[in-house]
């Protein structure tokens, strides 16, 4: 089992989507999806972008 953590978009009809590491391999998965309360701010345009972090 792997804990990642990562921001998502979550759209008008509530799709979401998340980008993995590349190190996940492709299948189907049961995900636990939490969501905080208060959402994120957004971004002055000029923040870099990370790819999603992992913890072991």
């Not at 990642?4 to 998965?29: F, H």
């Amino acid at each position: 089992m792997r804990t990642l953590e990562t921001t998502v978009n979550v759209t008008s009809d509530g799709k979401i989507t998340v980008q993995l590491p590349p190190d996940v391999p492709a299948g189907e998965y049961q995900v636990v999806l939490v969501i905080n309360q208060t959402a994120v701010p957004e971004a002055s345009g000029k923040q870099e972008k990370r790819p999603p972090s992992t913890s072991l």
